[in-house]
């Protein structure tokens, strides 16, 4: 019986990930990238761009198909081209090798330290975005082994600043100055991954829309004076009770046409106890919406714009009153909501003419992807196989990804990954970020297949 059952394991295991001398592979690329400090302000991208030109010079692609540059030395992007036989326009693979700040004080283990522990990788990027970084360069490194002959090109772009945006974002600086390098007739990024609850995979995403980013700063002035002699008119309490105000507050809960789809077939598919819930919300229903907001965060923000405190300063001295209190507060917009209405309601919101609410974007957002039949079937067969039962589900990402600079520009860019996360223990940008061991190389194959089939 033990033998039967190991067989049998050995078998679901070479159908659902890659032979083991290319999950090594990928392994010791995604290793290497996790361990290279490429934060926003206290790393940088170019060693991570210049890792995987040595690991791709390395299994024979030549200087003229390999590009790096970027808008500063330190936000260096990478951009590689596998040539196929030009009978069609080429597929572009996305990812950003970026990552969110994390201090050492803040995690149980070094976040720039790539950790295996309890079936999880662990590692500041394991999940945004260095997984899917890691596994673009060790796919295309073994396509070329193969000698596999795609009738369009392939591109891999690892690129800068998707997650600090600004003037050395790699996605928008390639589109102004390098477009020929990245111009496709559609785009892979990130943004879509399969969602599991409890253990159970209930459905690998596929993201066509995103909401867009505002970010704004709430800002107090005063004349501040000595702390011996306080007053009611104090720039911390200004803006404490503004932000407050914002804590209790909801943007309205709405649907649109993705998000609508979305609950409907969740309705389906969830297991959990919120089926008429999640069917109503599909429908417009807001005390659905409600609840079904209520249970879970990441459903809370696919039904509403949602703005929220994320970093604080204030005061110049101990023993004086504060002349200065501030926050910054980062918003995640639907489409359909503009940002002067965010804006607007969030002057309404914190109701205190003494906190100025600034807004401190460029405003940026794209059209959502036309969903095309040949990238919905094959994610949606390729998931069938190596998944029964689960389903593939078009979605509007709650965050934003650097997918709308290429939707902006006319290249329709699809979000999807292969890899499962809990979605209630989702840990993007938070402490302790990681990735699970077999779900990383589930992922890896799952990429793998879905490369080989849309470039044919």
């Known amino acids: 019986m033990f033998l039967i059952f190991s067989l049998w394991a050995a078998s679901v295991n070479a159908q659902t990930t890659r032979p083991d001398a ?8 995604y290793k290497e990238f996790i361990e290279i400090q490429s934060g926003f302000t206290t790393g940088a991208t170019t060693p991570v761009a210049e890792a995987a030109a040595a690991r791709l010079k390395a299994a024979g692609f030549s200087d003229a198909d390999i590009f790096l540059g970027g808008a500063i ?7 590689v081209r596998y040539h196929g036989t030009g009978a069609r326009k080429p597929i572009l693979l996305l990812a950003h090798i970026d990552v969110v700040e994390a201090k050492r004080e803040d995690w149980n283990m070094d976040p720039f330290q790539f950790i295996e522990k309890d079936g999880y990788f662990y590692g500041r990027g394991t999940g945004d975005d260095k997984a899917q970084a890691a596994v673009w360069i060790a796919n295309l490194i073994q396509y070329k082994k193969e000698g596999f002959k795609p009738d ?10 998707e997650e ?21 007739e ?42 011996s002699m306080p007053v009611h008119d104090n720039a911390i309490y200004h803006l404490a009770g503004g932000l407050q105000r914002l804590s209790d507050f909801g943007f309205p809960l709405k649907t649109n046409e993705v998000t609508a789809a979305y609950f409907s077939q969740m309705s389906k598919l969830d297991p959990g106890p919120f089926k008429e819930d999640l069917a109503k919300a599909a429908t417009g229903s807001q005390e659905a919406m409600e609840r079904v907001a209520a249970a879970s ?36 917009v639907l489409p359909e909501d503009a940002p002067e209405y965010v804006q607007s309601t969030l002057e309404k919101v914190v109701a205190d003419d003494q906190v100025a609410v600034k807004n401190m974007s460029n405003f940026s957002k794209g059209p959502a992807s036309p969903m095309r039949p040949d ?10 196989s190596m998944w029964p039962g689960v389903a593939t589900v078009p979605i509007m ?40 061991v077999q779900s990383f190389y589930e992922g890896q194959a799952f990429l793998y297949t879905l490369v080989k089939r849309l470039s044919k």
């Open 375 to 384: 990238v919905l079937n094959a994610v949606t067969d390729i998931t069938s």
């Open 22 to 29: 290319e999950k090594q592979l990928a392994h010791d690329i």
């Open 186 to 227: 559609f785009a892979l990024n990130e943004g879509g991954w399969g969602e599991e609850s409890k253990g159970k995979k209930i459905s690998n995403d596929l993201q066509v829309s995103e909401k867009y980013v505002l970010n704004f700063r709430f800002e107090v002035h005063n004349k501040g004076g000595h702390s």
């Open 152 to 161: 369009r090109d392939i591109i891999v772009a690892l690129t800068a600043d």
């Open 297 to 332: 965060p990441a459903w809370n923000a696919t039904l509403r714009t949602t703005c929220v405190a994320t970093m604080l300063e204030g005061g110049h001295a101990i023993n004086a009153l504060p002349q200065l209190a501030a926050a910054m507060v980062n918003c995640r």
């Open 397 to 436: 990402v709650m965050g934003a990804t650097d997918g709308r600079y290429l939707r902006s520009e006319g290249i329709p860019c699809y979000g999807v990954q292969g890899f499962f996360f809990d979605r209630d223990d989702i840990r993007f940008h938070g402490r302790d970020e990681r990735l699970g």
């Open 73 to 79: 030395p330190k936000k260096g992007n990478l951009v």
């Open 164 to 184: 600090g945006g600004g003037p050395y974002n790699g996605v928008d600086w390639l589109l102004k100055n390098h477009r020929e390098l990245i111009e496709s």
